[in-house]
């Protein structure tokens, strides 16, 4: 079974655009847009929150992001600009990208109502993301 990850957060590549405005430079030929490369970084979030707080996939379709800090939203663009960089083999940039998701925390609320909004009482929780190194 395939999770869609994350389906709460939107990020898409104009907002990679939003912090990298020539974002779609750095595409390789035939591709066309960084789609896939978003949904594994959405999945590697995702899995990391999931294990990290010990969420069941059932409780991970209700987990939000916190306006206005957005971290996860924010956690998830410098990681896709990081793999992107990486890709085309530009190191320094890429860690760069790393060390600003890195300095974000995965502060995100779980939505136990499903009204998309937080209400008082419903869990608030974040820790430091930090990424593994490779």
Excluded: C, W
Excluded at 97 to 122: F, I, M, V
């Amino acid at each position: 079974m395939s999770v869609t990850p994350l389906t709460n957060i939107s990020v898409d590549d104009a907002a990679l655009a939003l912090v990298l405005p020539n974002a779609t430079d750095y595409l390789f030929s035939g591709q066309s847009d960084f789609t896939d490369l978003i949904t594994e970084v959405k999945r590697e979030v995702h899995g990391r929150i999931r294990d990290e707080y010990d969420y069941t996939e059932t409780e991970m379709a209700n987990i939000k992001d916190l306006d206005p800090e957005k971290n996860l939203y924010y956690i998830i663009i410098y990681l896709t600009l990081s793999h992107i960089f990486l890709s085309n083999g530009l190191e320094e940039r890429a860690v760069h990208y790393r060390a600003l998701a890195d300095g974000r925390s995965t502060k995100h609320y779980y939505d136990s109502d499903d009204d998309d909004a937080y209400d008082e009482g419903e869990e608030q929780t974040f820790k430091q993301f930090t990424t593994f190194s490779r």
